[in-house]
RNA sequence: CGGGGUGUGGCGCAGUUGGUAGCGCGCGGCGUUUGGGACGCUGAGGUCGGAGGUUCGAGUCCUCUCACCCCGACCA
């Protein structure tokens, strides 16, 4: 351990402190770095690619689902946002507002989006006339504002970046399905891309969307303390929006009704759900389907002559797999190559190849798994392609297989509310318990424990029992846990 | 908004009873190095968060102020 941790001295252990480990890890990674302004992250080009790479997939499959992409105004009126009670209600605290524009004070005040609903469903209300215009699915890729009071870089900023899906629909049927097939999106892209295991399920009364009907969700356990992230939503506006902003349209029979909405959101706070999940001492761990880099390449050389061929190797194998994997050769020369183990280990690249004397003589490289340090395996070039493109895919898989007994490991049913006090106290994860789905029960947990219901998983044993909390008959098994 | 803390080269820190700012890392140059964070020589870089005050003299003392961080309440 003394020598391990000569290695990334620069790194506090995860054991010692998690949280400042994140931070830590983050800034080190360059993934974020402070910005000047309070509560604001700069993301650095390598935390930016991350996410690009991740908007690309998430974009893909949210296309394939039939909606499309557009973008809409930053500023809604005050009237405007003020429509839909609960909505305001719920994100006031956290409305940014501009009062001004240039020198003149504006008649009315404009908030800084905190989600879109209020400026998406004006427009709708002009688009809509006929069933025969609906469906309409939206998404839009831009950054929205919450003023916090707490921020955690990705998990909690100022301004954030995600995606927010809005949609219309004929019928309730119609709306509750596209929640649901929105949340089942979500779930499959952070499993498959990210390799974080969730648990979907439904939100409960208090703690659902502003505004909505019915609030999906996704949930995630953190590594370190084993706290939840909610790691997107999806909602059933129901016809609460249609109502208020007047999105009405001609039914089949000629009958004027008030339209169905929806609207899900995944936002940048999942990047920080990798690095919380995947990230060890050493710093990062990237799944391979959204790492920047996902092969990198080592030149080791002591001689001129050796460095000749060293480089000529290096380029073949670039080469080779430039156009199968993200592949990055690392040539600095001010660097030697444990610092740049180090670097690229901190940096959580997948897969290493080291390129020496040796390896060229042998017509091999070296390898190394970033989620099994230590192993180096040699691999003849006459096989890389095939190689790497396998090991890769088995670090995806491994990735998502230590997460998931992460996952189950620090989860427990509980049937006795003492035991859920003392698993909350000791961060000991998720508790699985019965709930009579009273809010009294719900509100008396979190006073007492910190720990809220995360979610009522759609996965219900057959029998329920009684509630955990006032012994009553149960109506859900429900996952408590603290959340970030 | 409550509780605690910190502001000194890019980063991390030291700075005794007030005497005119120092260390490590990093950075530039040169040379030797390179299979898990190399080394030598050399060089550049700060007026001590801000304002006011006490004093012959303030990074050190006093007053005010600003910013940031951590712990709570809140949160995608």
Known sequence: MTTERKFVEELIEQEDDFDRWYVEVVRK?????????????????????????????????????????????????????????????????????????????????????????????????????????????????????????????????????????????????????????????????????????????????????AGALRTYTIEAMMGGKHWALQSATSHNLGDHFGRVFDIQFLDAEGKRRYAFNTSWGLSHRTVGAMVMVHGDDRGLKLPPRIAPIQVVIVPIWRSDDERVKVEEAVDRVRGLLRDVVRVHADLREDKTPGWKFNDWDLKGVPLRLEIGPRDVAQEQVTLVRRDVLGKRQAIPISGLVQAVTEILDDVQHSLFTAAKRMLDTHTEDVSDYERLKERVAINAGFSRASWCGSAECETRVKAETRATIRCIPFEQPEQVGPCLVCGEAGRFQVIWARAY
């Open 29 to 209: 990674a360059e993934l974020a770095d402070d910005s000047p302004v309070r509560g604001t992250k700069v993301i650095r080009p390598y935390g930016f690619a991350l996410w690009e790479h991740m908007q690309a997939e998430l974009d893909r499959r949210i296309k394939e689902t039939g909606v499309q992409n557009a973008y809409f105004p930053l500023f809604i009126p005050k009237s405007m946002i003020e429509r839909e009670a609960a909505h305001i209600a719920g994100f006031a605290p956290e409305v940014a507002w501009v009062t001004r524009g240039g020198d003149k004070e504006l008649e009315e005040p404009w908030a800084v989006r905190p989600t879109s609903e209020a400026i998406i469903c004006p427009m709708f209300a002009r688009w809509v006339q006929s069933y025969r215009d609906l469906p309409i699915l939206i998404n839009q890729w831009c950054s929205v504002v919450r003023w916090e009071e707490r921020p955690r870089a990705f998990l909690r900023t100022l301004e954030f970046l995600w995606q927010e899906g809005h949609t219309v629909h004929a019928t309730l049927e119609e709306a509750e399905q596209r929640a649901r097939l929105m949340l089942e999106v979500y779930r499959d892209f952070v499993e498959t891309e990210l390799a974080l295991p969730v648990i979907p399920g439904q939100k409960t009364e208090s703690e659902k969307f």
